[in-house]
């Protein structure tokens, strides 16, 4: 029997009850920004169901924002507009537990501690990733099909096109690999979306693969493509209604879906949404994937995966771990002293060098936040100075 080379990842809508979370979270974030872009921000939202939204965390800014305003626009901007929803913007309830950051904490951050500079903000491990042969965006193919379907199931119920769709949905793509390691198909699609009572479920299995799977992976579907739409054959109970979300409870959809067939990628355990960019487990990892994708555009390597580690109140990293793979034009240890010399790993000079003291983190809290070019971390302008070193 011929061996089936398969992985899999998963990504949820932005109506998913944890992705509802991680944009409030981040449009906290952004409002506070939008003042003081000095501000220490670690925002947890959690939504227990009914009508009510719990925003915690803390923060330090001369900023003032109504809290009330910024999570009744996200919930209107995602879709939760209708009390049948259970979930509706014009009626929800807010308990504000936000309280101010630890001075214990803060004098790291700000240079007032032990080692007198602005230091990481927690110890922690971060890794960035990216590959060459799986798209122009240098991310493996599942999460990035899986990510371009969750889109498309939003586009189609915000644009009316399948009108009975609710905000909740996910999606799941499992992609075949040949021997070689590059992707040759799509083994199977899962869509599980959110819909207003009394939709048959042949309709639906027939406008989603209509409107939402055809048009993003047409190319890779052939006639043995596995389908499971609805699976359990009703979904009209979503979002917090349906099951309790929170803040970073996606952290695998917000990064490289554990990667592809030929190796996992890795991620150090930190969510991103809510974080003001102190925060390492946040910042680092957007500089690490900006390092690994401009390693592999540079013609450095086919593959690459990097791990930084700090310790907090201190600005150089502790240490810097670079893997190709095997696919190196060069050995993995000469490849990160090129890193070093070329890219800023301090805090601080992420932060100025990606200019994330600004208002960009609401569009990052669904669909993924890598892979769009939109994004500052995804520029590739460092390929020249990488290439001198060739």
């Not at 109970?237 to 970073?248: H, K, R, Y």
């Not at 800023?344 to 983190?361: A, F, H, N, V």
């Amino acid at each position: 029997m011929p061996v089936e080379r398969l992985f899999t990842s998963e990504s949820v809508t932005e109506g998913h009850p944890d992705k509802v979370c991680d944009r409030i979270s981040d449009a906290v974030l952004d409002a506070v920004f939008d003042q003081d872009p000095e501000a220490r921000v670690a925002c947890e939202v959690f939504a227990p169901g009914g009508s009510s939204i719990i925003v915690g965390g803390e923060l330090t800014t001369s900023a003032y924002v109504d809290l009330q305003k910024i999570v009744a626009e996200a919930l209107c901007d995602i879709g939760y507009d209708k009390p049948e929803y259970g979930l509706d913007y014009r009626t929800i309830s807010i308990s504000n537990l936000i309280k101010e950051q630890s001075p214990d904490i803060a004098q790291g951050v700000t240079g007032d501690g032990m080692y007198q500079e602005k230091g990481a903000g927690d110890q922690g491990i971060m890794f960035g990733f990216a590959i060459a042969g799986e798209g122009d965006e240098y991310m493996p193919l599942p999460i990035s099909m899986a990510h371009q379907l969750a889109r498309q199931l939003a586009q189609v119920r915000k644009a009316g096109i399948i009108p009975y769709l609710r905000p909740d949905g996910k999606t799941q793509v499992t992609v075949e690999y040949n021997e070689q390691g590059k992707p040759i198909g799509i083994h199977t699609v899962v869509v599980a979306a959110q819909h207003d009572d009394g939709i048959e479920h042949g309709q639906i299995v027939e406008d989603i693969k209509r409107e939402v799977i055809l048009p993003v992976a047409g190319g890779l579907v052939n006639r043995a493509t596995k389908y499971f739409i609805n699976a359990t054959g009703k979904f009209v109970i979503g979002g917090p209604a349906g099951d309790t979300g929170l803040t970073g409870r996606k952290i695998i959809v917000d990064t490289y879906g554990g990667g592809t067939h030929k190796r996992t990628a890795g991620h150090g355990g930190g969510a991103f949404s809510g974080k003001d960019p102190t925060k390492v487990d946040r910042s680092g990892a957007y500089m690490l994937r900006k390092i690994a994708k401009s390693v592999v555009a540079a013609g450095f390597a086919q593959e690459c995966e990097i791990q930084v580690s700090y310790v907090i109140g201190r600005a150089d990293p502790l240490s810097l771990a670079v893997n190709t793979y095997g696919t190196g034009v060069m050995t993995d240890e000469d490849l990160a002293g090129i890193i070093r010399e070329e890219f800023d790993l301090q805090p601080e000079g992420i932060i100025k060098g990606l200019d994330l003291r600004r208002p960009i983190y609401a569009p990052t809290a669904a669909y993924g936040h890598f892979g769009r070019p939109e994004f500052p971390w995804e520029g590739l302008d460092k390929v020249k100075d990488l290439q001198r070193h060739m």
